[in-house]
């Protein structure tokens, strides 16, 4: 069965068709109004005209912020870091390994290190670098590490002497 001018059905490419929808007698398309100009508009989008301002921009700048592109701040010229630490004296740290490594080698590094101990001090009293602590803790070690390997000595002199009578 054919509809031939039926203007509420919708036309399909086989000679089918199907009812349509149409608005009720009186109906008109809602108007929406433009935000800023108070005026209709008519379905879909439109670009602004010349000097108007586009959709969700507002035409006033936002007050307690800073606009796009400004500096709060001035810029800071580069190299302004942190000063570099001061150095840690070599001497404090051969002082501190060779008074440890005096355990090994019978008290001789222990010697060494009480010496390069008593000059680290030095140097950093007159250089201000680091490792104060270093060479007191070499120069400590030393002397208790000698004071054991003498301590030894008298030991074992006294026992091979005890044992001779």
């Known amino acids: ?26 109906y008109t398309e809602p108007q929406y109004l433009d935000p800023y100009t108070g005026q209709p508009t008519y379905g ?14 507002s035409p006033y700048p936002a007050q307690g912020y800073q606009q796009y592109g400004a500096q709060p701040y001035p810029a800071q010229p580069y190299g302004q870091g942190y000063p570099a630490a001061p150095n840690t004296n070599g001497m404090a740290i ?26 680290a001090l030095n140097q950093i009293k007159r250089t201000g670098e680091q490792g104060r602590g270093m060479a007191v803790a070499g120069i400590i070690i030393g002397y ?14 006294i026992i091979a002497t005890s044992s001779s009578r």
């Open 1 to 26: 069965m054919s509809y031939p001018d039926d203007p509420n059905r919708v036309r399909f490419n086989k000679g089918e068709s199907a009812p349509v929808e149409l608005p009720y007698q009186g």
């Open 44 to 57: 879909g989008t439109q670009q602004p005209q010349y000097g108007e301002q586009p959709y969700g921009v």
């Open 94 to 119: 051969g002082a501190l390994v060779a008074s440890i490594a005096g355990t090994a080698v019978c008290g001789i590094g222990s010697i060494v290190g009480i010496i390069l101990g008593y000059i």
């Open 144 to 157: 208790v590490i000698v004071a054991l390997v003498v301590l030894y000595i008298v030991v074992v002199v």
